[in-house]
């Protein structure tokens, strides 16, 4: 099956500590995302990768830092810089468009993060 | 202004009805107009998409664009209790380094 696996589904951590969301994908995109999602937010960008080895900042990047160094995998870490980290956490994926960012985005089940 | 606004509902009607779901942008300059159906406690999904204007028909579900107005519709016909979920519309233009997505309608169809 092919799709996008993001662990854990819940994640509890105290104030203070990092945290690593894993994001994985077997669809053979180039391009992943993380965004945030907070009730009545929508959702906003984090970070985006559009190759292996090369990502940049999305509107709200400070308190998190990513890394891609395979294709299949995008971890995020929370940062115990990250003012309000309690949210959920959503990866996605696309194909590279090659002229800027694929409408269609294949979403992951997302992480519930609570930082207490 | 937020450059996509959506009436975050909630939105309940009876099975069977015809939903309307709407959002207003603010940047004539976008050109993929998409809607992303998100239940709950799940990842969105890619409902449909629209480039540039005009309507675009999937079954029961139309999507709608007026650009001279700045205006994107989603119309669900003969609503089921299995599109009870969380809509959100997203604008993008060529080129762009994101999708901007509104806050999403969370919808309910009571049986």
């Known amino acids: 099956d092919g799709g996008i696996t993001q662990s854990p589904k819940y994640l509890f951590r105290k104030e203070g500590q990092n945290v690593t969301l894993s994001c994985e994908q077997n669809?053979?995109?180039?391009?992943m995302y993380w965004y945030r999602q907070d009730p009545g937010q929508g959702l906003r960008l984090i970070y985006y990768?559009?190759?292996?080895?090369?990502?940049q900042k999305g509107d709200i990047a400070e308190g998190y830092s990513v890394s891609r160094e395979k294709k299949e995998s995008f971890p995020l870490t929370v940062t115990s810089a990250q003012k309000n980290p309690t949210a959920f956490y959503l990866c996605?994926?696309?194909?590279?468009?090659?002229?800027?960012?694929?409408?269609?985005?294949?979403f992951g089940p997302g992480t519930r993060l609570t930082v207490t | 202004q937020k450059e996509v606004e959506q009436d975050p509902g909630p939105l309940s009607v009876p099975e069977g009805a015809i939903v309307s779901l709407n959002c207003t942008y603010s940047?004539?300059?976008?050109?993929?107009f998409m809607w992303y159906r998100q239940y709950s406690r799940k990842g969105p999904e890619l409902l449909m998409y629209?480039?540039?204007?005009g309507n675009k028909e999937d079954g029961r579900f139309t999507a709608q664009v007026d650009k001279s107005s700045k205006y994107i519709s989603l119309f669900i016909r003969d609503s089921q209790p299995s599109d009870s979920a969380t809509y959100l519309c997203?604008?993008?233009?060529?080129?762009?380094?994101?999708?901007?997505f509104g806050s999403g309608t969370r919808l309910s169809i009571r049986p």
């Open positions: 996605a994926s696309s194909i590279e468009s090659g002229t800027g960012v694929s409408y269609e985005q294949y």
């Open positions: 669809l053979n995109h180039d391009a």
């Open positions: 990768s559009q190759i292996v080895n090369d990502f």
């Open positions: 940047n004539s300059a976008f050109q993929y």
């Open positions: 629209t480039y540039s204007s």
């Open positions: 997203a604008i993008l233009y060529s080129s762009a380094s994101k999708i901007i």
